[in-house]
Nanobody
Framework: VQLQACGGGLVQPGGSLKLSCAAS????????MGWFRQAPGKERESVGA???????YYPDSVKGRFTISRDRTRDTVYLQMNGLKPEDTAVYFC????????????????WGQGTQVTVSS
């Protein structure tokens, strides 16, 4: 499975961005699709995931601000980010896997290349 993430950019605090992750060589409904981010000097962390079943997980750090969705017809998952804060600045990655450990990077086999999100005034 190949994943292509896009949609990052520069946004002011309080603004919104929508990231996309297009899958090829597999369908998004066959895998748990996770979103992660990595800030400079920090470990990669989960910002949520949509399981193959359709149920969605969010960590407390983004709950209420970030929304994950998927479009099976386009084999694409999305990360809608609202109320962005400077601490959301990071490279964002999408990933695909089948482990129950959906918040763990080790639970994913395939990774996209990452897209930079910068939140700054």
């Amino acid at each position: 499975v190949q994943l292509q993430a896009c949609g990052g950019g520069l946004v002011q605090p309080g603004g919104s961005l929508k990231l996309s992750c297009a899958a090829s060589g597999g369908t998004v409904s066959q895998y748990n699709m996770g979103w992660f981010r990595q800030a400079p000097g920090k470990e990669r962390e989960s910002v949520g995931a949509i399981r193959w079943s359709g149920s969605i997980y969010y960590p407390d750090s983004v709950k209420g601000r970030f929304t994950i969705s998927r479009d099976r017809t386009r084999d694409t998952v999305y990360l809608q980010m609202n109320g962005l804060k400077p601490e959301d600045t990071a490279v964002y990655f999408c990933a695909a896997g089948r482990s129950v450990a959906i918040a763990d990077t080790n639970g994913y086999y395939y990774w996209g290349q990452g897209t930079q999100v910068t939140v700054s005034s």
